[in-house]
């Protein structure tokens, strides 16, 4: 494990980011995931229209036990955006955390691949936590622990990386 004020750091966010009660999902990628969906769904809240949530809960039930790409159209990667970003965006999160935890040094650069990436929630997950890292590290007054963390995603589906794409834009505005 890292050694003083960095670990102390590490645990800090680490119980941030863990899932639970006390869970916290930057909301500028909640906000991102939101816009993309109102957007696409001429709303203003997709959480709140019936219509959207029917929809993608039918999108669910069009894939559920079939990895058939045809399948992986329409409203289904919006599916995936609207559930698994900030579901997934926690497991990503702990196993970074934990990784980081368990060496003895947290190397000064590093790389994520993402096979699979889907609409991303590895990334956001990763921005997310380096976020939380960084401010974490000015109030403490201390050197962040890495200097480059970049994640290279890969997936297949086109209007999942399309989608991939509309939540980058509006997340790192």
């Known amino acids: 494990m890292p050694d003083g004020m ?72 919006y599916m995936w955006a609207a559930y698994y970003v900030a579901q997934n965006t926690y497991n990503a999160q702990a196993v970074l955390s934990h990784a980081l935890q368990c060496m003895r040094e947290i190397p000064r650069e590093f790389y994520i691949i993402d096979l699979g990436a889907g609409v991303g929630p590895t990334t956001w997950a990763v921005a997310d936590y380096i976020r939380v890292v960084a401010h974490l590290c000015s109030i403490y007054g201390i050197e962040q622990p890495y200097d480059r963390v970049t994640v290279r995603s890969f997936e297949w589906s086109q209007d999942r990386k399309e989608i991939f794409k509309q939540i980058r834009a509006t997340y790192l505005q």
């Open 6 to 77: 960095t670990s102390q750091i590490l645990l800090t966010a680490d119980s941030i980011i863990t899932a639970g009660d006390r869970a916290f999902v930057a909301p500028e990628l909640i906000s991102a995931v939101d816009a993309v969906l109102n957007q696409q769904y001429g709303v203003t809240d997709w959480k709140a229209d019936k219509d959207v949530i029917e929809r993608l809960a039918r999108a669910y039930d069009a894939i559920r036990g079939s990895f058939s790409p045809e399948r992986y159209t329409g409203d289904v990667p």
